[in-house]
């Protein structure tokens, strides 16, 4: 099926164009439907990518919904057979690809990898409960309106939950009970005053005090099923984290949609592995008078080049500097990619860096806010959390990892020419399925070929403190590939992770155990950011090759991001197309 599409691609793109209006005037009314329908199914999902037609709905978690989803699947996957590639646009002929990627995905996540039956995190409202409050999709009457039909659902969405569950790992189970305990939070004191000073009658308001004690008990009677069976688990009943190879291959296949088998992907990145450390030895080497003078140089290559990162790492802005560093940094950023023609920036979309509002502080120092696909000229924002008001040695040890060169490549990752130039121009394809269904390793792959793009360009103006420094950071894409299919398809213990990150990754231990969180309970995902960049490069290397003299990397950059984040292997078949 996958292949068939890529050859479908490939082979519109020789063929003449028949009265292609009627076609992609039909697929345009199909996506809209579809779209529609799918959301209908999924009314949570729909509200956190901004679309609010069904705010007021709760899906319950049942056999009976899942069934549902298969065989709405099924029909988008016949009607998608309807469609005849070589009338439809390019735009639109990617769409075709991603929407039945999508659908087979669906398919396969219900009905094989069935993580509804050992993910108990999956099971939680508070979060849309809690957008509901915070974004002003409708007046606020409205959106309590909509709460208080919704919160009737809560005690059967835990009932169903708790039937769909059977044999889940240890370590979600965990998360859960954590997740939902914290999720009691939004069903506090002060939602209940928001609902007496709203214009709700008196009876909405009291159906409102008794549906909340409903929804907290259901809340609290899930966290207290899951705490009674964690033991039980752990003593060998609960299903192993570990998805094994032939899960990994196929979860691989749907959620990157890669050029690269897991094995081709793992053995490249074991060499590049092997190819950093040595020039990371050379450049170690290279820094070490100028840091340590005449101290002895460690026969360990490791200790040496630790060694380094542990002088660099003094050299960082203050806690009262933090935002406004990052601030001069995204000003500078921006005139080097206009300055070096790198990619085409639209002037009428800017970045506004602000301090990150506090109800989402706590996971990282500095992400992109990008606006979701169905509000596409909302601002963009690069939330940076201050440091000033943490406790010093927190700060400190924020900023020793954030240090003058690691705080650049984190704002070119995020940012310019990062994750906000990728969103600006995907936004502008006006393809809601690219936005939606975009391949996570074009988006993280576009992000970390952007630092390496830059450094080419001479930014840092070839430091070999700046080198050194984005190697390191470039390790941890690499290194991320090798932990997660060694975690997932193999048996890596925490203990040798830990040490293996620590040691070749140069990692702290605090990135290292967090990290082994994450891979113990997401797969695949940590692929996609070394996947997307070696994809990325390699298609720039052969377009530079078939183009000679007439390549220019600010005409490679924007036609690839002008294809949304369809996946790379696609992107190269359109490119070859002529305009
Ligand atoms: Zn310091
Ligand atoms: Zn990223």
């Given at each position: 099926?996958r ?23 039909r ?10 329908g ?10 956190a ?7 007021d709905?709760?899906?319950i978690?049942?056999?009976a ?5 298969v065989?709405?699947?099924?029909d988008?996957l016949?009607s ?5 590639p ?5 735009e ?6 991603l ?7 669906d ?7 069935r993580?509804?039956e050992?993910q ?8 849309t ?12 009457d ?6 208080l039909?919704r ?7 835990y009932?169903?939950a708790?039937a769909?569950l059977?044999?889940p ?6 998360i ?6 914290n999720?009691?939070e939004?069903?506090?004191e002060g939602l209940m ?16 005090a008794?549906?909340?004690a ?5 809340i ?12 039980k688990?752990?003593q060998?009943?609960g299903?192993s984290?570990r998805?094994?190879k ?7 296949a749907y959620?990157?949609q ?16 092997a ?7 050379l ?7 100028k840091?340590?003078?005449a ?16 002088v ?7 806690p009262a500097r ?5 601030r ?5 950023l ?9 990619v085409?920036?639209?002037?009428s979309?800017?970045?506004?860096v602000r301090?990150m ?6 996971f990282?120092g ?19 959390t201050?440091?000033?008001r943490?406790a ?8 020793r ?7 650049q490549?984190?704002s070119?990752h995020e940012a310019?020419p ?7 121009h ?10 939606l269904f975009g391949?996570?390793?074009t ?6 070929y952007?630092?390496?793009m830059m450094?080419?360009a001479?930014y ?7 080198w ?7 390790l ?6 090798i932990?997660?299919?060694e ?31 994450r ?7 940590l ?13 720039r ?7 000679g003299?007439d390549?220019?990397?600010k005409?490679?950059n924007?036609?690839f991001?002008?294809?949304?984040s369809?996946?790379?292997r696609?992107?190269?078949?359109l490119?070859?197309e002529?305009?």
């Amino acid at each position: 099926m996958r292949l068939l599409a890529a050859i479908l691609l490939f082979v519109a793109a020789v063929v003449t164009q028949a009265s292609p209006t009627d076609e992609n005037a039909r697929f345009g009314a199909f996506v809209e439907t579809v779209l529609d329908g799918y959301w209908k199914l999924r009314p949570e999902d729909a509200f956190a990518e901004g679309y609010y037609k069904y705010a007021d709905r709760m899906s319950i978690p049942d056999a009976a919904t899942r069934a549902e989803q298969v065989a709405f699947a099924d029909d988008a996957l016949r009607s998608l057979e309807g469609f005849d590639p070589r009338r439809l646009s390019v735009e639109n002929r990617v769409d075709l690809v991603l929407l039945r990627n999508e659908f087979e995905s669906d398919r396969w996540y219900l009905t094989v990898f069935r993580d509804w039956e050992w993910q108990p995190s999956q099971y939680n409202v508070a979060d849309t409960f809690a957008r509901q409050l915070d974004t002003e999709y409708a007046p606020a009457d409205t959106r309590l309106r909509h709460m208080l039909g919704r919160l009737e659902r809560v005690p059967a969405y835990y009932v169903a939950a708790k039937a769909s569950l059977s044999r889940p790992t240890v370590e979600d189970t965990a998360i859960a009970i954590e997740q939902n305990r914290n999720g009691l939070e939004v069903f506090d004191e002060g939602l209940m005053r928001k609902v007496q000073s709203s214009g709700l009658t008196d009876s909405e308001k009291a159906l409102f005090a008794v549906r909340v004690a409903a929804a907290r008990a259901a809340i609290a009677d899930y966290v207290s099923f899951l705490a009674d069976l964690k033991p039980k688990l752990e003593q060998g009943g609960g299903r192993s984290f570990r998805i094994g190879k032939e899960l990994y291959a196929q979860k691989f296949a749907y959620d990157l949609q890669s050029g690269f088998t897991v094995t081709e992907l793992y053995d490249k990145a074991r060499a590049e592995k092997a190819a950093l450390h040595d020039r990371m030895e050379l450049l170690a080497r290279i820094l070490w008078p100028k840091y340590m003078g005449a101290a002895p140089l460690p026969d360990d290559r490791f200790e040496l080049i630790r060694a380094v990162f542990d002088v660099l790492s003094k050299h960082h802005t203050t806690p009262a500097r933090y935002v406004e560093t990052v601030r001069q940094q995204i000003v500078v950023l921006e005139q080097f990619v206009r300055e070096h023609d790198l990619v085409e920036m639209d002037p009428s979309r800017p970045l506004v860096v602000r301090e990150m509002p506090g109800y989402m502080r706590g996971f990282s120092g500095a992400h992109l806010v990008s606006p979701g696909p169905y509000d596409p000229t909302a601002k963009a924002f690069y939330d940076v959390t201050p440091l000033d008001r943490d406790a010093p040695e927190r700060a400190e040890s924020y900023l020793r990892e954030y240090n003058d060169w690691m705080l650049q490549l984190l704002s070119i990752h995020e940012a310019i020419p990062g994750h906000y130039v990728q969103d600006v121009h995907a936004n502008k394809s006006k393809s809601l399925v690219k936005a939606l269904f975009g391949d996570p390793a074009t988006i993280e792959g576009w992000a970390v070929y952007g630092e390496r793009m830059m450094l080419d360009a001479g930014y840092g103006g070839n430091a070999p403190e700046m080198w050194l420094t984005w190697m390191k950071w470039n390790l941890r894409s690499v290194c991320n590939t090798i932990v997660d299919v060694e975690v997932q398809t193999g048996d890596l213990t925490r203990d040798r992770f830990v040490s293996f990150l620590k040691r070749e990754g140069f990692q702290s231990e605090a990135e290292a155990t967090d990290k082994w969180r994450r891979a113990t309970l997401s797969q695949v995902q940590l692929d996609a950011y070394y996947d997307g960049y070696i994809e990325i490069t390699a298609l720039r290397d052969e377009e530079k090759h078939r183009l000679g003299k007439d390549f220019s990397v600010k005409a490679f950059n924007t036609r690839f991001l002008s294809y949304g984040s369809a996946p790379v292997r696609y992107i190269r078949e359109l490119m070859r197309e002529p305009q």
